[in-house]
């Protein structure tokens, strides 16, 4: 096996999980990712809404870049929440950290759902807000780092593509969950009857959802690397100082790697639905065409993980990378033309190339990082990377359509992720190739 990370592989190998096994274990994680992504989703579908009930404004657009600034506040909390989640998973077990994370995630989004508005409480309800989301940035700190990790290394080192990229398919239908939420309960409560009441349904209904995701957490097994290096002494007590100590420049790589799948993710998740009711389409043809955007993610993200396992996770993100320097501007072009039929092309190949941006970038993070640190490195470098691109993409994004007036100018802040991802992919020689075992 390749050495990672400056670190001897273990000896001994590691038993991976059965067919079987593994479909429970990836139920399990993809529910966690459906609860966590939920919230984002929610958050981005309404953020007109909260808007208008915790940052009310006489100009709508302001209105929104506060609300957009208050998803960055959650974003910024994760690479703290990964300070504390990611040592812990390499201490006392990735199965610990997937508990703590969706139960956390949960609660503050149910709690958004009964918080009172700014007409009833003034200022301390955005604060209350923004308290709220903290703890959701919390908590995602160490989710996406503990599942990804744990699917990893209980998968067959020929499938870890394809499995893993089930998760960002759990993330992905998570918002076509919640945009079938939001339209049934605008359909239910149209009008002033959603801003008085009917915009909490979806937030509390994170509760009953992040039950279901506990409960299949709580019957799984351990990770058989994890195992291992228990068995064998191998743990490290300082994970955190053992990763930046030992392997500085890993975690700078994994920072710049993941530039492009946060900025790519939230504005094709979140941003979308803003940006095409600013190009003047209704709230309905906004919805058909990112629900087509969203449908082609969730079944092309596994074809795109199968395809790593066959070429290599590391060329497939490179091409990804590419796609998006080369075709955002143009992507962006379709998307201010005015023609529903031409932004669901552009969604639709968008959805292709956000494959080995998002789906194949997680695992191939498992790939170039040593299983004594694997979660911290993890925690520091994509949560970093969350924070600066993820925490910033629908506030800058926004505010460049702003200042600009050019609905094509969200195209460069794309393009600049993607030139930062790929310096950073070429960058990285030491990983464990498809068919190789994680150590």
């Not at 989710?143 to 960002?168: C, D, K, M, N, W």
């Not at 005015?338 to 993070?365: D, T, Y």
């Not at 600009?404 to 464990?432: E, Q």
Request: glycine letters at 10%.
């Amino acid at each position: 096996m390749t050495v990672l990370s400056g670190t001897e592989a273990l000896a001994s190998p590691v038993q991976t999980a059965s067919r079987k096994e593994i479909r429970r274990i990836v139920s399990g994680g993809v529910a966690g990712q459906v609860v966590e992504f939920y919230d984002y989703a929610l958050y981005g579908l309404l953020a007109a809404t909260i808007a208008r009930l915790f940052f009310p404004s006489d100009d709508p657009a302001m209105g929104i870049l506060s609300a957009f600034a208050v998803f960055g506040v959650a974003n910024l909390m994760r690479p703290l929440g990964g300070l504390v989640l990611g040592p812990l998973g390499d201490r006392v077990g990735r199965r610990t950290v997937l508990v703590i994370s969706v139960t956390a995630i949960s609660l503050a989004t149910f709690l958004v759902g009964v918080l009172p508005t700014e007409v009833a409480i003034g200022v301390a309800a955005p604060v209350m807000l923004v308290l709220l989301r903290l703890v959701q940035g919390f908590s995602a700190g160490g989710e996406v780092i503990s599942v990804v990790t744990y699917i990893a290394e209980h998968s067959p080192a020929h499938r870890r593509g394809f499995y893993t990229a089930f998760l960002q398919s759990g993330a992905t239908f998570s918002f076509l969950l919640a945009s079938a939420v939001v339209l049934g309960v605008t359909a239910l409560a149209p009008g002033e009857a959603f801003d008085a009441w009917g915009w909490r349904i979806p937030f509390l209904l994170a509760l009953p959802l992040g039950g279901v995701a506990i409960y299949l957490r709580l019957k799984l097994e351990e990770s058989p690397v994890f195992i291992k290096l228990r068995r064998e002494g191998e743990l490290s007590q300082r994970p955190l100082r053992e990763a930046i100590r030992e392997t500085p420049w890993v975690i700078v790589q994994g920072t710049a790697v993941v530039a492009l799948t946060f900025s790519a993710n939230f504005v094709f998740l979140s941003y979308f639905p803003t940006y095409l009711g600013a190009q003047g389409f209704s709230g309905q043809e906004s919805f058909l065409a990112t629900t087509i955007g969203l449908g082609l993610s969730v079944v092309l993200h596994p074809v795109v993980g199968w395809l790593s396992d066959r070429v290599g996770r590391k060329e497939v993100a490179v091409g990804s990378a590419v796609f998006f320097l080369v075709l955002s501007y143009p992507l962006f072009v379709l998307l201010s033309s005015g023609s529903l039929a031409l932004v669901i092309l552009a969604l639709g190949l968008m959805a292709i190339g956000l494959g080995g941006a998002v789906a194949v970038v997680i695992c191939f993070f498992t790939e170039f990082t040593s299983s004594r640190t694997r979660m911290a490195t993890f925690a520091v470098g994509y949560n970093i990377g969350g924070a600066v691109f993820g925490g910033t993409a629908l506030f800058l994004v926004q505010l460049l359509t702003m200042s600009t007036g050019d609905p094509r100018s969200p195209a460069y802040f794309l393009m600049g992720a993607a030139l930062v991802t790929l310096l950073a992919l070429l960058s990285i020689r030491r990983y464990a190739r498809p068919g190789e075992p994680l150590d």
